[in-house]
């Protein structure tokens, strides 16, 4: 296995089959984004007066007041009883790739400073910093973990109680907006929210990254067209016996994941096989198994 093998499973959240280089990888992939993350917040953020979202903003308002302690030395204090709260009510591996990530980003945010040129508009600053956010965040989240924070308080009670993950991070990203406009103006509490917003479009962007679709295909014709997806798209299939409500005759259902760039030529395909074929697609969160067909 090359490095390349081994990041593109990492990153698309793929096992290597050996334990010990999976768990190298993700260490490696959550330190590199704390590196990014750590950039994000001294190089574009804060020297905007532009908060990040969730605990790393609060962190940045008390270092305004307090200078004698670091942004990465308030979030890893603040990190400490929510990652407590994790432990007990989420999955192991979870939390402590969780915890892995807030003690990196912690460190790094404090101890390493890289010192480079930034453009001074704070649009750009607070675009720039916004997107590198969202990649550190993003990107750990597709390895299994979390940059702590308010991820694992909206968990936790989406856990407990049912409602929705979004919401808790909303409302505290809305404090935080307002926090910023009363500490740093007005302008710097919209800047805020633009960065806030690229930060989220980049990790909705990565969560649905080559996005997985599962179609459902009813046929007359169900061993051709399962033939014609493999030769043509290379993606294996399943046939399910089905039989028409209405007409009583039988049919095949193919069963196929694929993903979304996909979808228009299995459509062609489907439809110069069969032109009376019923298709029908599904989201799909995650494909475990064999995705591509091999050839043998």
């Given at each position: 296995?090359?490095?390349?093998?081994?990041?593109?499973?990492?990153?698309?959240?793929?096992?290597?089959?050996?334990?010990?280089?999976?768990?190298?990888?993700?260490?490696?992939?959550?330190?590199?984004?704390?590196?990014?993350?750590?950039?994000?917040?001294?190089?574009?953020?804060?020297?905007?007066?532009?908060?990040?979202?969730?605990?790393?903003?609060?962190?940045?308002?008390?270092?305004?007041?307090?200078?004698?302690?670091?942004?990465?030395?308030?979030?890893?204090?603040?990190?400490?009883?929510?990652?407590?709260?994790?432990?007990?009510?989420?999955?192991?591996?979870?939390?402590?790739?969780?915890?892995i990530a807030i003690l990196g980003f912690s460190i790094i945010a404090d101890a390493v400073h890289i010192h480079f040129q930034t453009p001074k508009d704070p649009?750009?600053?607070?675009?720039?910093?916004?997107?590198?956010?969202?990649?550190?965040?993003?990107?750990?989240?597709?390895?299994?973990?979390?940059?702590?924070?308010?991820?694992?308080?909206?968990?936790?009670?989406?856990?407990?109680?049912?409602?929705?993950?979004?919401?808790?991070?909303?409302?505290?990203?809305?404090?935080?907006?307002?926090?910023?406009?009363?500490?740093?103006?007005?302008?710097?509490?919209?800047?805020?929210?633009?960065?806030?917003?690229?930060?989220?479009?980049?990790?909705?962007?990565?969560?649905?990254?080559?996005?997985?679709?599962?179609?459902?295909?009813?046929?007359?014709?169900?061993?051709?067209?399962?033939?014609?997806?493999?030769?043509?798209?290379?993606?294996?299939?399943?046939?399910?016996?089905?039989?028409?409500?209405?007409?009583?005759r039988e049919r095949g259902v193919l069963l196929c994941a694929m993903t979304h760039l996909e979808m228009s030529d299995l459509r062609d395909l489907v439809q110069?096989?069969?032109?009376?074929?019923?298709?029908?697609?599904?989201?799909?969160?995650?494909?475990?198994?064999?995705?591509?067909?091999?050839?043998?």
């Amino acid at each position: 296995m090359n490095m390349y093998d081994g990041m593109r499973r990492v990153v698309g959240m793929k096992g290597t089959g050996h334990p010990v280089l999976d768990w190298t990888w993700r260490i490696a992939v959550i330190l590199f984004c704390d590196l990014i993350g750590a950039i994000s917040v001294n190089n574009f953020l804060t020297p905007a007066r532009i908060l990040a979202g969730g605990v790393t903003g609060v962190a940045q308002i008390i270092h305004h007041y307090v200078h004698i302690l670091g942004v990465g030395t308030l979030f890893f204090v603040f990190n400490i009883p929510l990652f407590l709260i994790g432990y007990k009510y989420l999955g192991r591996r979870f939390i402590l790739q969780t915890g892995i990530a807030i003690l990196g980003f912690s460190i790094i945010a404090d101890a390493v400073h890289i010192h480079f040129q930034t453009p001074k508009d704070p649009l750009l600053m607070g675009l720039y910093g916004g997107v590198l956010s969202g990649l550190s965040s993003g990107l750990v989240i597709r390895v299994g973990g979390s940059m702590g924070g308010t991820d694992i308080l909206s968990l936790v009670i989406n856990r407990l109680t049912g409602r929705s993950v979004g919401s808790i991070g909303f409302v505290m990203n809305a404090v935080i907006v307002i926090l910023s406009m009363f500490v740093f103006g007005v302008p710097a509490g919209l800047y805020t929210l633009v960065s806030m917003y690229a930060a989220s479009r980049v990790v909705s962007g990565l969560m649905h990254f080559q996005q997985r679709k599962t179609a459902l295909i009813v046929t007359e014709k169900p061993t051709e067209v399962s033939s014609e997806i493999g030769h043509k798209l290379v993606r294996g299939s399943t046939i399910m016996r089905a039989y028409g409500a209405y007409t009583q005759r039988e049919r095949g259902v193919l069963l196929c994941a694929m993903t979304h760039l996909e979808m228009s030529d299995l459509r062609d395909l489907v439809q110069s096989i069969d032109p009376n074929a019923f298709i029908t697609i599904l989201d799909t969160t995650e494909v475990i198994g064999r995705f591509r067909q091999n050839n043998p």
